[in-house]
């Protein structure tokens, strides 16, 4: 039996902000959280050695949050979903993490980030390859099976850490010899459910790589762009069907540049542009975590959905 237990509004203060003087002073944080736990032995024998001690719980959070300086709410809630799943026995962690006072004078009541997390995607956010961080905080809008397309996939790593989840997923890139590296692993982890496909995904007009039609679930592209290649990815979508897309901004070239070629980079708002088919759910330009966290890149995320087909007004 799976029950839960909630914590509502863990107040403490922490240094948490992108400057130094934002980090200067502790400010008010809050958390909730929900623990996925099994209970059965507890209701039974009513004895607080076989469940979780929410309060032992309360005081890791608040040590946590004030001990150490954070950037941003995205890397102290990592630190937490760590150390909850490492030291209690919980099966899902939904947290919601919050500044109460943000230093913005139109922000009245607060500002924060949400993420759901399974202890199996935990363990798999730790094997390498990793996947990117935006995928891994899309996971709670992704449908619970499907077939996957990743594009571009090279050596595979969300097609790898989707499949160990238990979704169908199936890997494209002109790179036939990363598509074999990407296979090798996938046998090594006894991952059955992955194929991949070498396709030219800029082939010279007027030829157009052949993705499928409403064939997918889901389809993911990271770091690659062409942009004729949208109405085919477009196309291969389901109806209903969600494209999780990230890749670099215009931004990332000025300031850094990488792409060292700008058509490489997306201008702002052009990904909305590209996607108007669609129905956006989530989309953000700015600094986000690069390839392994060790570094912050300009880039565009977005997370679209394909309209379902709609009926004659009766």
Same mark, same amino acid.
């Given at each position: 039996?799976?029950?839960?237990?909630?914590?509502?509004?863990?107040?403490?203060?922490?240094?948490?902000?992108?400057?130094?003087?934002?980090?200067?002073?502790?400010?008010?944080?809050?958390?909730?959280?929900?623990?996925?736990?099994?209970?059965?032995?507890?209701?039974?024998?009513?004895?607080?050695?076989?469940?979780?001690?929410?309060?032992?719980?309360?005081?890791?959070?608040?040590?946590?949050?004030?001990?150490?300086?954070?950037?941003?709410?995205?890397?102290?809630?990592?630190?937490?979903?760590?150390?909850?799943?490492?030291?209690?026995?919980?099966?899902?962690?939904?947290?919601?993490? !919050?500044? &109460?006072? $943000?230093? *913005?004078?139109?922000?009245?009541?607060?500002? =924060?980030?949400?993420?759901?997390? /399974?202890? #199996?995607?935990?363990?798999?956010?730790?094997?390498?390859?990793?996947?990117?961080?935006?995928?891994?905080?899309?996971?709670?809008?992704?449908?619970?099976?499907?077939?996957?397309?990743?594009?571009?996939?090279?050596?595979?790593?969300?097609?790898?850490?989707?499949?160990?989840?238990?979704?169908?997923?199936?890997?494209?890139?002109?790179?036939?010899?990363?598509?074999?590296?990407?296979?090798?692993?996938?046998?090594?982890?006894?991952?059955?459910?992955?194929?991949?496909?070498?396709?030219?995904?800029?082939?010279?007009?007027?030829?157009?790589?052949?993705?499928?039609?409403?064939?997918?679930?889901?389809?993911?592209?990271?770091?690659?762009?062409? !942009?004729? &290649?949208? $109405?085919? *990815?477009?196309?291969?979508?389901?109806?209903? =069907?969600?494209?999780?897309?990230? /890749?670099? #901004?215009?931004?990332?070239?000025?300031?850094?540049?990488?792409?060292?070629?700008?058509?490489?980079?997306?201008?702002?708002?052009?990904?909305?542009?590209?996607?108007?088919?669609?129905?956006?759910?989530?989309?953000?330009?700015?600094?986000?975590?690069?390839?392994?966290?060790?570094?912050?890149?300009?880039?565009?995320?977005?997370?679209?959905?394909?309209?379902?087909?709609?009926?004659?007004?009766?």
């Amino acid at each position: 039996m799976v029950s839960q237990i909630i914590i509502e509004r863990l107040e403490f203060r922490g240094r948490c902000g992108v400057t130094p003087e934002e980090r200067a002073r502790p400010q008010a944080l809050a958390v909730d959280l929900e623990l996925d736990c099994q209970f059965e032995s507890a209701g039974r024998s009513d004895d607080l050695r076989h469940t979780v001690d929410y309060a032992i719980v309360a005081e890791r959070v608040v040590e946590l949050g004030t001990n150490q300086e954070s950037q941003l709410l995205e890397a102290l809630a990592e630190r937490l979903l760590t150390a909850l799943f490492d030291e209690f026995r919980v099966d899902r962690i939904k947290l919601w993490l !919050r500044k &109460l006072h $943000p230093p *913005i004078s139109q922000i009245t009541r607060s500002m =924060g980030i949400t993420v759901e997390r /399974t202890r #199996l995607a935990q363990q798999l956010i730790g094997a390498e390859p990793r996947p990117a961080n935006f995928l891994i905080q899309q996971l709670p809008r992704l449908p619970p099976t499907g077939k996957v397309l990743d594009v571009a996939a090279g050596t595979g790593r969300h097609t790898l850490f989707l499949a160990a989840l238990g979704y169908q997923a199936e890997a494209i890139d002109r790179d036939s010899q990363a598509l074999t590296q990407l296979s090798s692993t996938a046998q090594a982890r006894n991952l059955a459910k992955i194929t991949t496909r070498t396709v030219d995904l800029e082939p010279l007009p007027p030829q157009k790589p052949d993705l499928g039609h409403s064939a997918y679930d889901i389809i993911l592209v990271f770091y690659y762009l062409t !942009r004729p &290649l949208f $109405p085919q *990815i477009m196309d291969a979508l389901k109806p209903g =069907g969600l494209l999780l897309y990230e /890749t670099f #901004l215009i931004d990332n070239h000025l300031q850094h540049q990488h792409p060292r070629r700008r058509e490489f980079c997306l201008l702002h708002n052009e990904l909305i542009r590209l996607t108007s088919d669609l129905r956006i759910l989530h989309y953000d330009e700015g600094l986000h975590n690069g390839h392994h966290d060790a570094t912050s890149v300009y880039t565009a995320q977005l997370v679209a959905q394909k309209p379902l087909p709609t009926g004659p007004l009766t």
